[in-house]
């Protein structure tokens, strides 16, 4: 089974071959991803109506170029996937009209895959990752711990009240001029600094939820660099280092709570999953890896380059729902808004 994954949810722009093999595990035959960092870098952030643009221009050449890096002919393919939402709306309608173009043209089956979905099974890409697990997936858009129990078969336990964690990585990377995404760039200068130099809030530390709060820490960081100003290399490090060291105190303490929960209601996880473009940091996968270790689960991330968006997750999720028989319908609707556990958003907007 080979598939052919497009991703155009945000400012990566990106087409990938996956071929199933019969052990179960995936094969990934091309990955092809072009970033528009460049193109939004002088904004400090994503400019959707450039991001759309962007996409336009390059996806065809992406497609033509990771079908011929597979070796594999668009009439030799099982299925063709996009990532239907959630994101940002013009982006995901390239994509996804790309794809039913496809796969019009070359009469395979039409997959719309949301895009959490395409983080969240990802790790399962190398096959030793069984079903259920406990899952943090972090992304620059999304904060949430889930269930997953199956394709499609998801359950929120927590998620964040306000800013995604990669959110308060480009943000505090924003306020501190170190550019655009912020989450590697913060990363590598909290490498040099001292985390103990700034006293940081730790929001929601012990609360019995297991939602998180990142917008106070953001905060807590405009005002302690307000007060060190003018800032010097060593400042911003320190600064990178102490918000990094808060963030991953609010990590092991809200999996600490949300695996509890979880526990609590007969859930027997066979591991704990980090997943989304912050699994790449290495001091957050260190700290869920000893906290994985301390409650007797394994702990799976994803490959760096598999953490950050990019087709092949689109593709492997497209897989997994083709498997299942589960191809979708050519009007499937792009989608601003995709909740991958429909009863919690309603719960949550219920009690808003
Ligand atoms: O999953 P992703 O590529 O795109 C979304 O679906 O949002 O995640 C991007 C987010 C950005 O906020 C970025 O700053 C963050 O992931 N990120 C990181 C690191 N690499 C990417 N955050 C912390 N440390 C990193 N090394
Ligand atoms: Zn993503």
Redesign the pocket.
Known sequence: MRVLGLET??D?TAAAVVRLKPDGSGEILADEVMSQIAAHAAYGGVVPEIAARAHVEVLDLLIARALEKSGVKASELDGVAAAAGPGLIGGVLVGLSAAKGVAVAAGKPFLAVN?LEG?ALIPRLDGRLAFPYLLLL?????TQILAVEGVGEYVRLGATMDD????A??KT?KLLGLGY????A??AAARDGDMERFALPRPLLGRPNADFSLSGLKTAVRHAAMSAAPLTARDVNDLCASFQAAVVDVIEDRLRVALGLYRQRGGSAKALVLA???A???A?RAAVSRFAHSSGLPMIAPPVRL???NGAMIAWAGIEKLRLGRTDDLAAPARARWPLDPKAERARNNKA
């Open positions: 949810t945000c990566e895009h983080h972090a992304s620059g858009g999304h995604a964690i990669g959110e990585f480009d990377a995404p912020g989450g590697p913060v990363e989304g473009g912050v790449a940091n290495a957050i953490c950050t968006d």
